[in-house]
């Protein structure tokens, strides 16, 4: 089951988070701060051991203070017009994100923010459709696979394509 939710995804009672992070991995702004605030100080002292990240791959941690038993980071790639395997990066962040909340064992709940469309600048129709797609392919590994959208527009888009059969 593919949801939608509006809101900030650190209130989210799942099994796992997934954060847009950089390549540090060591905090940052939007939904990476967000989580490196709720889940405490733990969180950036698990993320120092990982060696940084690259674009279109993912690693994980535990959540910590976090409701989420794990926060899985990924490296979303910076929109430079489309011609610099954005797509590729992009879809290669989701399914990375799945096949370690698969490899983890125990994720039956998984929930995504909207990868690479806010200060890295990633069309947010574009980033949809790949987002929804890999999240179909999936859908049937999980018990539930929520989409966190942040803004009514976003919430609005999701719905949309979610909803339409094609
Ligand atoms: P990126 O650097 O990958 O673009 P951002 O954090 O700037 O990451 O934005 C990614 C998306 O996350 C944007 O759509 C933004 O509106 C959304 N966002 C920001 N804060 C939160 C939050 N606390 N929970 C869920 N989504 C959020």
């Known amino acids: ?16 988070i997934v954060n847009a ?10 939904v990476d701060g967000a989580i490196h605030r709720a889940a405490g100080m733990r969180l950036v002292e698990a993320c120092k ?9 993912a690693k994980n941690t535990p959540g910590f203070d976090l409701s989420a038993s794990y ?26 994100s799945f096949e370690i909340a698969i490899a983890q064992g125990d994720i039956k709940t998984i929930a995504f923010p909207s990868i690479s469309t806010g200060v890295y600048g990633y ?12 999240m179909k392919e999936f859908e049937g590994e999980f018990e539930k696979i929520i989409a966190c959208v942040f803004s009514p527009n976003d919430f609005e888009l999701y719905r949309s394509k979610l909803s339409d059969p094609s």
């Open 1 to 16: 089951m593919i949801e939608i939710f509006q809101g900030g995804i650190t209130e989210l009672d799942v099994d796992a």
């Open 21 to 30: 992070a950089n390549h540090s991995l060591l905090g940052g702004g939007g």
């Open 49 to 57: 051991l990982l060696n940084g990240c690259d674009t279109g791959d």
């Open 71 to 96: 926060v899985i980071h990924t490296v979303g790639p910076i929109w430079y017009g489309g011609d610099n395997n954005e797509a590729a990066l992009l879809e290669s962040c989701y399914r990375r």
């Open 123 to 134: 069309p947010k129709e574009k980033a949809a459709d790949i987002a929804i797609n890999v």
